[in-house]
C-alpha cells in the first residue's frame, strides 16, 4: 500500500536529482515528497545511497512503530541516527569527527 515518503538531500548529483522528480515533486530544493509503494521507496533509496558521494540524504516514511515513522541517512553528516530502547533519535557527533571528516 503506497504511503507518504519524505526524502531531503544535499549536494547529491543532478542524476540523483532527476530519478527522484520522476516518483516526486520537490516543493524545495533537496527536499522531494511522495507516495510510494514500499518497493518503490526501497528501489530510489537504494540509488540514492549508493550515488549520493560527498552529499547526504534523510529518508523518512512511515513504519509499524512507537513513533510511526522511520529514518534511514546516507553520507556522512554531523548528526548520526541512535537507537533508544526502540525509538530513534538524533545524535550529533562531537565537532572533532566533523573536523576529521572534512580533512579527508
Known amino acids: 500500500m503506497p504511503s507518504m515518503t519524505?526524502?531531503?538531500t544535499t549536494s547529491v548529483p543532478d542524476h540523483v536529482r532527476g530519478a527522484l522528480t520522476r516518483w516526486m515533486?520537490?516543493?524545495t530544493p533537496g527536499l522531494y515528497v511522495g507516495?510510494?509503494?514500499a518497493r518503490v521507496r526501497e528501489e530510489l533509496w537504494r540509488v540514492v545511497s549508493a550515488s549520493v558521494g560527498s552529499?547526504?540524504?534523510?529518508l523518512i516514511h512511515p513504519e509499524a512503530n512507537e513513533q510511526g515513522y522511520a529514518l534511514q541517512t546516507a553520507g556522512e553528516r554531523r548528526r548520526a541516527l541512535a537507537d533508544f530502547d526502540g525509538l530513534t533519535l538524533v545524535a550529533f557527533r562531537p565537532e572533532e569527527y566533523q573536523e576529521m571528516t572534512d580533512r579527508s
Open 6 to 8: 519524505v526524502l531531503s
Open 25 to 27: 515533486i520537490e516543493p
Open 35 to 37: 507516495t510510494l509503494s
Open 55 to 58: 552529499g547526504a540524504a534523510v
